[in-house]
């Protein structure tokens, strides 16, 4: 039998290793799994690289992981507000930022989720964050060469999920979630209900589950208002 | 009013008059994105009746307005993550979707706020200096890069007066020869191979004044 429940937070954060590269879903605070993240900051796991569209803006789970000094590396679009914690670090050149624009992040995903390990792109094309990359002209027009972004681990916030890790999302909290859990090695998801197997609609399934390793079912609270 | 070169009897349009003249140019069926500020102002004032589908990076065809306060669904954020509505046909995607709806060209306006324009097309709108603290993009190069036209909403000039339209951005590019107009707080301008063309005017301005608070060159049309 295919069974990919774990019982606990823990369970589903365990074993993620010193250095990885973690995709974070979310798009603020909504879609972003809180109790991963919060299982994550006890699990331990140091010298991380986190790609995540923002620094922690609504929630202060991820300022957490910053302020224990777990994360090296911030691959990020929209660092704004950006929380007391990674300021300092960034200040004191202690984190590393890779600002690279939305759909770019969005677009190095899914690139490594399809086995694509690099693409052009006309987004940058002529400013700073192109600097030292390959342009190439095609049909008249620039683009600017962008690697996959590959990942060890995606922390993913589903609204519905089934043992094999089938998942449907909710509202905008779908956003970078169904990309991402496509993209790493190892893809955790938290979600809000778990359904008997046959219980969600094959027509709906927006993220089939042979993307994912691991559900775990958190009754989560709704996003704050915003 | 401290705009310098207009004198008293100019009557510059207000956010509103902004958002509404802009409005007007949109027709029925468009796609369009709209960016932070200014740009939000725009629903608003699109004709009853005439149906537009507003964007959101975020993963929304179909945004609506925001809802009251006590119906207020906190899994709908826009591209600030404010809560927002649905309206009746509207769809939801995920990020690589809706970045591939902008970067493929499929939306038909795009509507950011600037500092600067540049006579070529070139846009500044997200950094302001070549080292900031923290540096933030978001979505404003996807957007400026890939959307079919870009028209740029924003005040002629700087609090302090300093021409935003100009020959060359200062600042750090978000892209380069892509802005087709410009809305601003005293004309309305298009961006052409033969340079800055003005095709409207709010009351009371001339081309002679408008050209004295704009640094490139400013041509008549129409």
Redesign the interface.
Known sequence: MIDKRVASIADAVAGVKDGSVVLLGGFGVVGQPQELLGGLIEQGARDLTIVSNNAGFGSPMLPKLFALGRVAKLICSFPRPTPPAFEELFKAGKITLELVPQGTIAERIRAAAVGVPAFYTPTAVGTRLAEGKEIREFDGRNYVMERALHADVALIQAWRADRWGNLTYRGTGRNFNPVMAMAASLTIVQTRHMVELGELDPESIVTPGIFVNRVVHVESPDPPPA | MTTRGIDDVVKPWDRQQMAARLARDIPEGWYVNLGLGLPTLIPDYIPEGREVVFH?????LGMGPVPPKDH??????NAT???ITLVKGAS?????D???M??GGHLDLCVLGAYEVAENG?IANWATS?ND??????????LS??SKRLWVLMEHTTKDGLPRIVSRCAY??????VVKRVYTNLAVIDVTERGFEVLDMAPGVTLESLQACTEAKLRRVG
């Open positions: 959101s990076e975020n993963g929304v207020v669904d906190t899994w709908l954020v993550k404010q809560n939801l995607f995920h990020h690589a809706s970045f591939g902008i970067r070139d070549q603290a923290v540096p933030a993009v978001g979505g404003a190069m996807d890069a890939g750090p590019l978000t892209a380069a020869c």
